[in-house]
């Protein structure tokens, strides 16, 4: 019976819309592609091999045989430069793993009965080597001349503090603990003193509404919720204090109380007097850590112990909190970083993502800090004072290795070349893209002006689940196609399968899944095993489904088109249209919504709402602003909708499932493409709709 219920939420997937969907996108990106790179393919200079960690595709390819033939041995050898306490069992495999749900429960691990600690490896590893004197963290404000400087040996004294304060409130090893904080070097440090006691932290990207924190809290259950009393990002304050006030209140209806809130005091947003507050319950940060010692016992964890979770949008239901463990994660992320980023001593490396996401955990935080590499901690956005910003922090720290999103490249481009090249920018080396499909167009500009036709891009493809990149370009090892992310990292092993779950050979498209587990992919989902099965390894018997669809040309390189599920990717942004669905009829005028998503300029993909009123109800403007000022308040600014499309009725079939690839032509207003609607249980609302369209 497990089984047939397995098959049965599988079929939330619908197929048939997915690759439809998939083919427009492959056929859209394919003829860009075709206008730029039929001449060229994009290689780095000789004078950059010569230097790269990895040189050319050879040696790639024999590291790459080693990673999939004996990936216990290649992972030990790597496994081997960390600081292990407690060695694990070398005469043991060390991995083991089932991937199919016909054999049994879905398990991977590595190293397991090793003891190590991933703060103490990013952190006290490099004091001890004698490199405390070191950068770590290069934080700039979103005020022109705010910034701050630490280092290694000053990251590690603030990490043991936080680390003291946390055990001083009884936080234990396995707890969990909440982090709703803007982008102060604060942030990463708290994650590290989460890491350094083994208990897991689960950020919530500070752009959330309060309810959407809520829903987070009463999943995890924090012992305690780490916040800053508010925020100035470009030219606006958002009172964060305030919202996690509002949260704590929603999870207290819910039987579940807070019972400590830490608050770092930001006065450059908001005073003291002004902050929210609650006695006995909060406190400041400015008040306690720094009464702490600056030394602090390392929590020697398990490999296969969790390190932290992070909530992520799927195609149904509420978000799914991805946990991650310690020893497979720790090599994913600094193994990927160094020769991705093709990472040397000396790099000043700068990601621009919130480390709400898990870029922002893996290559903010934990993949460069284990490697030792300075990194740029950055508060504000790309556009404040003006859209020359990046390149102006850049020149300021010569800043060699930059990563950042496509929607964020878009944008920039949109503002102008002199904004870029008015700085220098010759510090720069590598330049990398995540989140999103990367369109020709804008990895033409990003290469061509942003990095002077010198930098090599890396267009890397992974998710929250994968905990680091999977496939993606090696800087110095093969020439680039712009637009597709190329070929597998060390040890990954994607499989091209079709609707029937069959794996395809050579050139062709279909569903992207991995044969074997990546190193660092999630173990689980927090609380949930069934939904981890059901959502990733149900829909394709044997593999781990990514939820993306994918082609792979005739050299082998892959294509990523984009999520084949009812998952939207705004600005990089995962969002799952049946969130945006429930925060639209939770307004009391809505009877019902459909939301898809729709090629965007800047944003990539935008949200389009289909919405039913209400029986009586008039449309208006107004109401319009309602709703959109309902899903802000329900999930975040960044769902917001797009478009509202007000719909008398919704395509649907006779068995009252709504039919979105009608819904998606008509967004996309691809009206001569409906397709066969003679199926629908009332073909005439689609002529309602298209009469609707721009109304
Ligand atoms: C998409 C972000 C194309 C993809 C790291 C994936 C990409 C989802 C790329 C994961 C890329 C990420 N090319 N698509 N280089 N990188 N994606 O969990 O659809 O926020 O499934 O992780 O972003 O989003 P997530």
């Not at 022109?144 to 990490?159: A, I, S």
């Not at 949008?313 to 020769?339: I, N, Q, R, W």
């Not at 939301?595 to 109800?617: C, N, P, R, S």
Request: net charge negative.
């Amino acid at each position: 019976s497990r089984g047939f219920e397995l098959q049965r939420r599988a079929g939330n997937f619908s197929k048939a819309a997915a690759l439809e969907r998939k083919a427009i996108r492959a056929t859209a990106v394919e003829a860009e592609v075709e206008q730029w790179t039929a001449d060229k393919l994009i290689d780095a200079s000789e004078e950059f091999k010569a230097k790269a960690l990895i040189k050319s595709r050879e040696q790639y390819d024999e590291m790459y045989k080693r990673s999939v033939e004996d990936p216990d041995g290649f992972w030990s050898d790597i496994a081997s430069e960390f600081h292990w306490e407690q060695k694990w069992d070398s005469s043991k495999p060390a991995s083991s793993w089932n991937l199919d749900v016909r054999k049994g429960p879905i398990y991977v691990e590595w190293f397991k009965g090793g003891k190590t600690n991933i703060a103490y490896n990013a952190v006290d590893r490099h004091v001890k080597a004698g490199r405390g004197g070191e950068t770590a963290i290069l934080w700039e404000g979103n005020d022109v001349g705010r910034d701050r400087k630490l280092t290694f040996q000053q990251l590690q004294d603030e990490v043991c503090q936080v680390a003291n304060y946390l055990r001083s409130i009884g936080v234990k090893k396995g707890d969990s603990v909440t982090i709703y904080m803007p982008m102060l070097a604060e942030l990463p440090v708290t994650m590290l003193a989460c890491m350094r006691i083994g208990a897991v932290h689960s950020v919530v990207f500070a752009g959330f509404s309060a309810d959407s924190l809520a829903g987070r809290m009463m999943d995890s259950k924090p012992r305690v919720v780490l916040t800053c009393s508010a925020v100035r990002r470009g030219n606006k304050v958002i009172g964060l204090k305030e919202i996690v006030d509002k949260a704590a209140d929603i999870c207290s209806k819910q039987g579940f109380d807070v019972e400590r809130v830490l608050v770092y005091d930001n006065e450059n947003a908001i005073s003291r007097e002004k902050t929210p507050w609650k006695d006995g319950r909060d406190e400041w940060w400015q008040d306690r850590i720094p009464s702490f010692e600056t030394e602090s016992p390392v929590e020697w964890v398990d490999a296969e112990d969790p390190s932290f979770m992070l909530y992520t949008s799927g195609s149904t239901g509420k978000p799914k909190g991805v946990l991650h463990t310690t020893g497979g994660y720790m090599l994913g992320a600094a193994t990927s970083f160094k020769y991705i980023f093709d990472y040397r001593p000396g790099d000043v490396y700068w990601c621009t993502a919130d480390c709400g996401w898990i870029t922002g955990h893996t290559y903010l935080t934990y993949g460069p800090l284990l490697n030792g590499a300075s990194i740029v901690v950055f508060e504000g956005v790309p556009t404040y004072p003006d859209a020359g910003r990046c390149w102006e922090i850049v020149d300021k720290y010569q800043v060699t290795l930059f990563y950042t999103a496509p929607t964020a490249i878009r944008a920039l481009q949109k503002s102008g070349n002199s904004f870029v090249t008015k700085y220098s920018r010759k510090s720069l080396r590598v330049l990398g893209s995540v989140g999103e499909p990367i369109n020709p167009n804008a990895w033409r500009w990003y290469y061509e002006v942003v990095g002077d036709s010198r930098c090599p891009i890396v267009d890397t493809w992974w998710q929250t689940e994968t905990g680091s990149i999977l496939i993606t370009p090696l800087p110095g090892a093969w020439p680039q196609k712009p637009g597709s992310a190329t070929l597998p990292f060390f040890g990954v092993q994607p499989a091209v399968v079709d609707e029937n779950g069959r794996e395809q050979d050579g050139p062709c498209s279909g569903y992207l899944c991995m044969k074997a587990p990546p190193i660092s992919l999630m173990r689980t989902l927090y609380g949930d095993q069934e939904r981890y099965e059901t959502a990733y390894f149900a829909p394709f018997k044997g593999f781990y489904f990514s939820g993306d669809g994918c082609r792979r040309d005739e050299d082998g390189y892959y294509w990523l088109t984009g999520r084949v599920d009812d998952v939207i990717n705004v600005s990089g942004h995962r969002i799952g249209t049946a969130e945006v669905e429930s925060a639209l009829v939770s307004h009391s005028m809505c009877a019902e919504a459909a939301v898809v998503g729709y090629d965007h300029e800047i944003k990539g993909q935008g949200i389009y709402a289909f919405v039913t009123l209400m029986e009586g109800v008039d449309y208006s403007d107004d109401l319009r602003r309602q709703l959109v000022t309902t899903v802000r308040s329900e999930i975040g600014a960044f769902a917001a909708p797009d478009v509202i499309h007000w719909a008398p009725g919704l395509p649907k079939t006779r068995s009252g499932k709504i039919m979105r690839r009608i819904l998606r032509k008509i967004a996309a207003n691809q009206l001569d493409e409906l397709g066969d609607t003679s199926t629908l249980a009332e073909p005439a609302v689609v002529d309602q709709l298209i009469e609707l369209r721009g109304k």
